[in-house]
């Protein structure tokens, strides 16, 4: 082994099957709906997780367009499944769609989802207040301003926060 350069140990140590399964198709597929399997994802975050795994970005891409051309893969189910998931969490059609934009989904796909969800966010507001607040009226301005704050860092949109504090008087 001493006369041997590095180049080789190396190799011997090393399969060749090993360099090129990051660019086999199968597994990429194979790990795509692993990642399907547990929840739904959005093209662009399946890509990017395929990717942060070592997969050739040209074999990602392919894989993923095939997985959404057979409808394993769709951004209309991600949007449903993670509007639902953060309305079940209090959270106003805001903070949503920016957290929604940050996984690369199109505001079209947003709005529709946001649409077809049919929540009553200013109800939901007012429920998300109480848990947070309970059910007394703000005791003071002070008090008011905050839980306003709370709701809008939650995403809910002034005619909302307007509904769930309507009956502070000022």
Same mark, same amino acid.
Request: proline share 4%; glycine share 8%.
């Given at each position: 082994?001493? &006369?041997?350069? !590095? #180049?080789?140990?190396i190799? /011997?140590? !090393?399969?060749?099957?090993?360099? /090129?399964?990051?660019?086999?198709p199968?597994? %990429?597929?194979? +790990? ?25 970005? /040209? !074999?990602?891409?392919?894989? !993923?367009? +095939? ?9 209309? +189910?991600?949007?449903? %499944? ?6 079940n969490?209090? #959270? ?8 929604? &934009?940050?996984k ?16 009553d ?8 207040? &109480? ?10 301005? #002070?008090? #008011?301003?905050r ?24």
């Amino acid at each position: 082994m001493e &006369g041997k350069p !590095v #180049k080789e140990i190396i190799d /011997d140590l !090393v399969p060749r099957d090993e360099d /090129d399964r990051f660019a086999d198709p199968k597994k %990429a597929r194979k +790990r795509a709906m692993d990642l399907l399997a547990r929840r739904e994802h959005g093209s662009e975050e399946l890509c990017r997780k395929l990717e942060k795994a070592g997969f050739d970005p /040209d !074999v990602v891409a392919d894989e !993923v367009a +095939r997985l959404t051309a057979e409808n394993l893969q769709s951004d209309t +189910r991600f949007v449903e %499944a993670f509007v639902q998931s953060r309305i079940n969490q209090g #959270k106003g059609p805001a903070r949503i769609r920016s957290e929604l &934009g940050q996984k690369h989904i199109s505001d079209a796909a947003i709005e529709i989802g946001i649409e077809e969800a049919g929540a009553d966010w200013g109800e939901l507001a007012r429920e998300t207040r &109480g848990k947070k607040f309970g059910l007394e009226d703000p005791a003071d301005y #002070k008090e #008011k301003a905050r839980q306003m704050r709370f709701l809008q860092y939650r995403g809910f949109e002034s005619e909302h926060i307007r509904r769930a504090i309507a009956s502070f008087d000022d």
